[in-house]
């Protein structure tokens, strides 16, 4: 083994120890409702927060069929063991092409396989990825890779992709206006695949703002809402998208990942029907409770509490299996594996 393969080899072997120094994330030690529509939340590692209840995500009439083609999208954050697993298969992959470099590596040919192929999950982990990926610029479409090459090329017969494309500066519709204008094609067409189970609220931002507003929420720090048009964007051009695009996609959505910002405060989600707050993750296998508070917890009983916090895990299940459902029955037939 020569010199330089040694040290490559003693590097993988370092990785995983820096990896492990990383500070744990915080866990929730308590949780309970205040006065004017606070939640009151105490972290593992003594921090306080104080959350509107008004601006978190609220799950209105809780009806789920198994049987929908619709997928339940949360905004929540990523399990600890779910980035461990991600940073473990990624090491592996890195010591398995490094050590033994002549086995031949195949490229990913569409996006959902290549982040598929890093991340695992379902469609739920594809869009929270992603998302969080926009959200803390680790991911930026108008990164100089993404910008289409100038040229008078055009292909004989012109091809409808071409007409389609030709005056994108990017290879997704940058701007407002081409973005739109692409969604209204596809949806008259038939051809929406790749936004199957995106939020509906992440569609209507995108309808509903124009290039200056758009310009306007960027100005103001809005990184959430630039992040969910930005998905929208990235989705309606994946099919446009070449190999080397979507490598530096999954190279980028893959980091922002594994640097996962500790500090980030829990995701609780409100179920209205059951006066509780949900405190959620996402892991390997979908949505996972980890804290439920209820509004009139002191006076209910210890059969009520019991019964309500059953319905709530039911319900989690219920949207697990029905996003596995739809992921098994559209999406993977669509942008294969």
Known sequence: MTTKRLLVVF??????????????????????????????????????????????????ELSFDTDS???????????????????????????????????????????????????????????????????????????????????????KPTTQSYKRTRKWQYYVPYDQKQAQREYKLRKREGDLRDLQGIPENFLALFLNTNQKQYERLRAEGRKMQIAQIDLVRLLLGAKYLGIDQIEFIQQRVTSSVLLYSVSNLPSVIIFDDYKAAVAMTLDKTGYKIDYIVFQDQNTLSG?????????????????NEANEKVFRKRLSSYYGS
């Open 11 to 60: 590097g993988l072997f370092l990785i995983p120890i820096a990896l492990l120094a990383q500070p744990k994330m915080p866990s929730i030690s308590e949780m309970r409702w205040g006065r004017d529509y606070n939640l009151h939340v105490k972290l593992s590692n003594d921090t306080n927060y104080v959350m509107d209840v008004r601006a978190l995500h609220h799950t209105g």
């Open 69 to 155: 083609e619709a997928a339940t999208y949360y905004p929540v954050s990523l399990d600890e063991e779910f980035i461990n697993h991600i940073k473990n298969r990624k090491l592996d992959s890195e010591r398995h092409q490094t050590i033994d470099s002549i086995q031949p590596t195949t490229r990913p040919t569409t996006l959902w396989s290549a982040l598929h192929g890093t991340l695992g999950g379902g469609y739920v982990h594809f869009v929270n990825c992603l998302v969080y990926a926009l959200e803390s610029n680790h991911l930026r479409l108008s990164d100089p890779i993404m910008r289409r090459p100038e040229t008078k090329w055009k292909p």
């Open 303 to 319: 059969e009520e509490y019991e019964s309500r916090y059953q319905m709530i895990e039911a319900i989690i299940e219920t949207i």
